[in-house]
């Protein structure tokens, strides 16, 4: 799944350079040619890069260009035009190029709704992950509301007395701000992560990411008996990718986990997520549980679409990251934990671009 590649990547910036030489090239080899050889045809490569840069649009545009072009070097070459021999090839030409453009509209018409169709899977787990921390989602709303409520009380006693203490009702207030503004920071990580919206690339800073989700799922773990740690290694460099998406990753992980240790009777269970750079130079976030781990021959399908271990489990949320990561440029994959557990990591490129492991 490509959802993550705009139409105009870096590489691409050389492809309409490359498709006016070509066409250059094809014309002057066609003019320089007897009318009775079809030189034209070869517009049909120019016409097969455009497919790989352009929305329909520009596809039929390049296509009509390259009929001129094809015109044109039919008037000009030399040699009988009007024989049959020649008009033949020229309308064979004409025609090849026009089954072409065909073929490559219809396959990015099918590509586009392949990828609508991996986007709307994507957001229903996505939403489905949310569903399973509603208490704790509930629990990191409710918490500023309460103290908003707590410190505005406050702030009427400090009023109401004889001599009103000005200085403790306006620190009370300020308090309220400060808990109306993590309120709404909640509020607006719910809401990004429940949206549905086209992929967006910006620079991430994925600790901050990470702190986002452990925020909301923490209340959850907590309830279960959980302890959670994170270990984030600080001055990682910025990843290049949508925020949302990478956010689904590591929601989708730690909910595992969460569920994974849930249902252990082991005393002790600790969930840590963890950040590092690799010697490549991409940024690996690592989340480990204690859980009962993965059987050594179970890791191969941990994820493929619709293999789950759970009993209400559909098995397409580890199969839904896999996507995102590979279509961030990085990896997916899982190990065993010792001395039990299960450790999943993924990889993303930063912006300069390091190779993945």
Request: aromatic residues 4%.
């Amino acid at each position: 799944m490509r959802t993550m590649v705009p139409l105009r990547t870096a590489a691409s910036k050389a492809i309409p350079v490359a498709m006016v030489l070509m066409a250059l090239a094809i014309l002057v080899g066609d003019l320089r040619t007897d009318v009775v050889v079809n030189v034209g045809v070869l517009y049909i490569a120019v016409v097969l890069m455009s497919a790989r840069i352009y929305m329909a649009r520009g596809v039929i545009v390049v296509t009509l260009g390259c009929a001129v072009l094809t015109l044109v070097g039919y008037l000009l070459s030399p040699g009988d035009q009007w024989s049959v021999a020649a008009i033949a090839n020229r309308f064979l030409g004409l025609a090849a190029m026009g089954s072409v453009t065909f073929l490559a509209l219809r396959d990015k018409s099918a590509q586009q709704a392949l990828r609508q169709a991996q986007t709307e899977l994507a957001h229903a787990s996505r939403l489905t992950a949310m569903g399973q921390l509603t208490a704790s989602i509930g629990h990191e709303v409710r918490q500023p509301i309460t103290s908003s409520i707590i410190n505005a009380r406050a702030a009427l006693r400090w009023l109401d007395r004889p001599t009103p203490d000005l200085e403790e009702a306006k620190e009370a207030l300020a308090h309220i701000v400060d808990d109306a503004n993590r309120a709404s920071e909640v509020l607006n990580r719910i809401r990004d992560l429940a949206r549905k919206a086209l992929p967006r690339q910006e620079l991430l800073d994925v600790n901050g990411t990470v702190r986002e989700l452990i925020e909301l799922t923490s209340s959850e773990a907590i309830k279960n008996g959980i302890s959670v740690k994170i270990e984030l290694v600080e001055g990682l460099p910025p990843v290049l990718g949508d925020r949302v998406q990478l956010q689904q990753v590591i929601l989708n992980l730690v909910v595992n986990a969460v569920e994974a240790m849930s249902e252990t009777s082991e005393s002790f269970r600790e969930l840590r997520v963890s950040t590092a750079q690799t010697p490549s130079g991409d940024v690996l976030v690592e989340v480990r549980d204690s859980g009962p781990g993965v059987r050594p021959d179970g890791f191969d399908q941990l994820f493929e679409a619709f293999h789950t271990t759970k009993p209400s489990g559909l098995g397409l949320g580890l199969s839904i990251c896999r996507s995102i990561v590979q279509a961030h440029g990085g990896q997916l994959w899982a190990s065993a934990n010792e001395p039990r557990g299960a450790i999943f990591h993924f990889t993303v490129p930063t912006q300069s671009g390091g190779a993945t492991p």
